[in-house]
Each structure stands twice: as structure tokens, then as C-alpha cells.
């Protein structure tokens, strides 16, 4: 009986595996394409919920498999699985032909972009129509255009047959043994945070051969990873050479470090035994997205990472809730919960998660989580768009409050491009009022699975590509004339 129940656990962590997974909306993205997104991923969950109460055991799981794993690749139009034909006509609906002899409509928003052709003409923008028989996803608008701007394609043919083959094998039916993650760590046991490969071994994760079972474990496992890594006393990023901290990012994460890893007290479970306790670490993710509605096993794993710290997750955005409803449907707001938020508090001993529908300027301004302290507080913004024409002036009131806080602010971005230009926002809004904690660079554990953006093919990239920090000026030194 108990070997069933961790079963069904497994499959059920699986399912929402399953749907974080393609949950991965974008700043860049109208609200029209969220919706049609919504809709579809919550007829995902719905079939990975029934088949996750009709599947229990293992055997059952194979007998209901679709693809076989040597049969992943088929084109977006005639693929086997009816959700991925529906994603093909939304991306022949939406998606415009990379032509270059083709207007792009993209141009106008962001002319820097070093993927959008300079060399565009007066000749209508049309909607893709053509696969690419290589990597089977609607491309050109026609074989004439293909043909004409393949040398141009072939540079992300290979990643996009890639992304066609995983997106297959995500719902080819198979069990995915590389959802079962590791437990508790030792204190005495040793965590190598030099690359993936070297993490999980360290960690006790079961082996892992295949890449594609890689790249989709990765896919979970970057959003607390990415964390961990920065805060751990063990972080690959120092202020060595090379090791991307500044000397002002040195003296924040060792104070948040310090509360992580704390002394041992000779503390008891008798009253003889009884130590005051440090309050938990407060990690405010902003904007929350597919990160909020990840299998809450995939952030114990940052619990497991700091065996004497405690966690707290506050999840906070708009978008914090997406496609939850059924599971957690939002609370009334009262005098007691005046935000409306949920609270997950036995996620595990040493973590509490809460989730909050709001933006994060309201609720800075009632100071419902005053105070703040650089040793307790840290923030996190996954993909926030900063410097996104469409997203910008979101955060234009949010990023001079969290400065105010003097505590650390980790963001990461899809792609270099999207890093840079979230930098030069803050740079050309918070002139002055900033110091940098870690020099921006490629995250190393940055997911190893491609995403593909319906909106516009061309457009691949990866979760947390990459990451930096910074933080408000402590101290403002001013000149005076003599």
C-alpha cells in the first residue's frame, strides 16, 4: 500500500512537471496569446490529472505510452499528439515569414534587436505556412522563402528539430524516472556546484545517461538552482577571477550566507536544550510565473541544499496564480489576510511558501513585510523583462522601492540580448543609485532545454540563460567644495 501511495505521489509531481514545463509566458507576448495559452495548458493538466488517477503503477504508465523513444520526430502539423497540431495553427496563425525582403513588425518595438534584419522592404509581412521537413516546425510563409534564407535558418534548424523532438517526448506517454529527486542532504556530505553533471552526482540524484532526460530535468531544476547557487557557501561564483562577484556582492551574500549556514548552538529537544532561532530567509520572487506553479518537491530541493537554513517563498505578480485555480482557489481579502494570500506552510519543516496576486509596489507601500534587513531578505525576478517595451513600465515603480531595501536582487534573462538590455534599463533609470553584486554572465545552471516562442519561431531560448545582481547604494558619498 505505502509503495502505491508513492506512486501516485510520483505521478502527480509528474503531471505538474508535465505542465511547468510548458507554462513559459513571456513579456513579449499579447494577452490574446496568454489566454489562448491558459486555455490550453489547462486542458493539459486536466488529461495529465486523468491520467495520472487511471496510471498509478509503472507498468500502467508504458501501457498507455504514445511515441516510442527512437519515434520523436514528426512535424508540428501531422504530429500524433492533438496538442502540438493545435500549437502548429496557432503558430501559422500568429507568426510572421523571417524574410528579410518581408517588413518584420517587431522592428518598430525593438530596433536594437541583432535578430531583426536591417535590410527589411516594402513587401507585406505574411504568416508562416512552410515546415521545414528538418526540424518539422512551421518557418517561411512558403518553400520559395525557405529555400531562398536557408543558410540563415540552418543556424537553428538543429535547436528547433530539438525542441520538436522534446516537446514530443514531454508527452510521449513514457515514465520519467528523472522526476524522482533526491532527498535530504548530509551535513557532512559535500555539494559540488561546479556544473550540472557535478551537482547531481554530489546530491545522491539517480543517473542520469540520456541527454534529452537532462535537458528536461534541467528544465525544473533551474529555477531553484539558480538560487542556491548564488547563495550557497559553496557558490561557484566568487570574487576570484572570474568568478563574476563584486567586492559589494561579496559583503551581501555573506551576510545572507551567514544566516544560512549558521553556527551550531548545541541546541535540544528538551527545555534545557531550548536556543533562540534566527527568523526565516524571505526570498521574494517578483513576477511569478510558470515558477510559482512548479511541483513544490523541485523547491525542497533548495530546503535540502541549507540542512540548518529556513525558507520562506513569497511569490508575488499578477501572474502568481496562472492556471491554479482549481487547485488553490483565491481567498477572500479580509482584515486578517488583506492581500488575499495563500499559504503553504507545510511544504516542508524548514519551508513556507505564499502566494500573493498583486503587484509588489502595493505591497511595499502599506509595509506589509517591513522591515527589510540585507541578513533575512533577498529578491529574485526570473525573465522580468525590465527593459521589454511591452513590460517596462510595470517595473518602473517596483525597482526604485526595492532598492530602498539595501538587500540583494538577483534577475536572470532568456537570452544574452534580453540580459543587456534589462541592464542598460536599470543603468539608464537607477543612474547612480545601484551598486553591481555579480558582474552578468551565462548562468550555470541555466536550464538545458530550448524553448521555442510560438509568436515567432526564430526566437529560441533558454530559462535562466543567464543572471546577474544588484542592489541599492548603502552609502552615498557626496564632494564638497572646499
Known amino acids: 500500500m505505502e509503495s502505491l501511495s508513492r506512486q501516485v505521489a ?45 496510471a498509478p503503477a509503472h507498468d500502467s504508465a508504458r501501457a498507455q505510452q504514445v511515441l516510442r523513444p527512437d519515434d520523436l520526430f514528426h512535424s508540428f502539423t501531422n504530429s500524433p499528439i492533438p496538442e502540438i497540431r493545435q500549437r502548429a495553427a496557432f503558430i501559422r496563425q500568429h507568426a510572421r515569414c523571417p524574410h528579410p525582403e518581408h517588413s518584420v513588425s517587431q522592428a518598430p518595438i525593438e530596433p536594437d534587436n541583432p535578430r531583426i534584419p536591417t535590410n527589411s522592404q516594402n513587401v507585406a509581412p505574411r504568416h508562416v505556412d512552410f515546415e521545414c521537413p528538418d526540424c518539422g516546425i512551421p518557418v517561411y510563409c512558403s518553400e520559395k522563402d525557405w529555400a531562398e534564407d536557408y543558410e540563415a535558418h540552418l543556424q537553428i534548424c538543429d535547436t528547433l528539430r530539438q525542441i520538436n523532438e522534446d516537446e514530443h517526448d514531454l508527452r510521449s506517454g513514457r515514465f520519467f524516472p528523472e522526476f524522482e529527486y533526491a532527498g535530504p542532504q548530509m551535513e557532512e556530505a559535500t555539494v559540488n556546484m561546479t556544473n550540472w553533471d557535478t551537482f547531481l552526482y554530489t546530491r545522491e540524484f539517480e543517473a542520469i545517461n540520456s541527454d534529452r532526460s537532462m535537458r528536461q530535468v534541467t528544465r525544473l531544476l533551474t529555477y531553484p538552482l539558480t538560487i542556491g547557487s548564488i547563495l550557497h557557501e559553496l557558490s561557484p561564483y566568487n570574487i576570484r577571477k572570474g568568478g563574476r562577484l563584486t567586492t559589494e556582492g561579496l559583503k551581501s551574500l555573506s551576510a545572507l550566507r551567514y ?123 526570473f525573465h522580468p523583462g525590465l527593459g521589454h517595451p511591452a513590460s517596462s513600465h510595470e517595473w518602473a515603480e517596483t525597482v526604485p522601492l526595492l532598492l530602498e531595501t539595501k538587500a540583494p536582487i538577483i534577475v536572470t534573462g532568456y537570452t544574452q540580448h534580453d540580459m543587456e538590455r534589462d541592464i542598460t534599463w536599470v543603468n539608464n533609470t537607477c543612474r547612480g543609485e545601484f551598486d553591481m553584486l555579480m558582474e552578468p554572465g551565462e548562468n550555470i545552471f541555466r536550464s538545458l532545454r530550448w524553448d521555442l516562442n510560438d509568436l515567432d519561431p526564430q526566437d529560441i531560448s533558454c530559462g535562466n540563460w543567464g543572471v546577474w545582481a544588484f542592489r541599492g547604494k548603502r552609502f552615498v558619498y557626496l564632494s564638497l567644495p572646499l
Open 259 to 381: 544566516t544560512l549556514h549558521p553556527p551550531r548552538t548545541g541546541g535540544g529537544l528538551g527545555i534545557d536544550g531550548l536556543r533562540p532561532e534566527a527568523p526565516p530567509v524571505r526570498i521574494f520572487i517578483l513576477g511569478a510565473r510558470a515558477e510559482s506553479s512548479l511541483p513544490r518537491n523541485v523547491w525542497v530541493q533548495l530546503a535540502h541544499l541549507f540542512p540548518r537554513g529556513k525558507f520562506h517563498l513569497i511569490f508575488i505578480g499578477p501572474e502568481s496564480m496562472a492556471n491554479r485555480d482549481d487547485e488553490f482557489p483565491l481567498p477572500p481579502r479580509t482584515a486578517s489576510n488583506p492581500f488575499g494570500a495563500i499559504v503553504e506552510d507545510r511544504v516542508w519543516p524548514s519551508m513556507k511558501i505564499s502566494t500573493i496576486v498583486d503587484y509588489y509596489h502595493t505591497l511595499h507601500k502599506t509595509g506589509h513585510f517591513y522591515p527589510y534587513d540585507p541578513y533575512f531578505d533577498c529578491f529574485v525576478m
Open 10 to 54: 510520483s505521478s502527480t509531481c509528474l503531471s505538474r512537471a508535465k505542465l511547468a514545463l510548458r507554462q513559459n509566458p513571456r513579456p513579449r507576448e499579447t494577452k490574446r496569446s496568454l489566454s489562448l495559452f491558459s486555455r490550453k495548458l489547462k486542458a493539459v493538466e486536466e488529461e495529465s490529472t486523468s491520467f495520472v488517477t487511471n
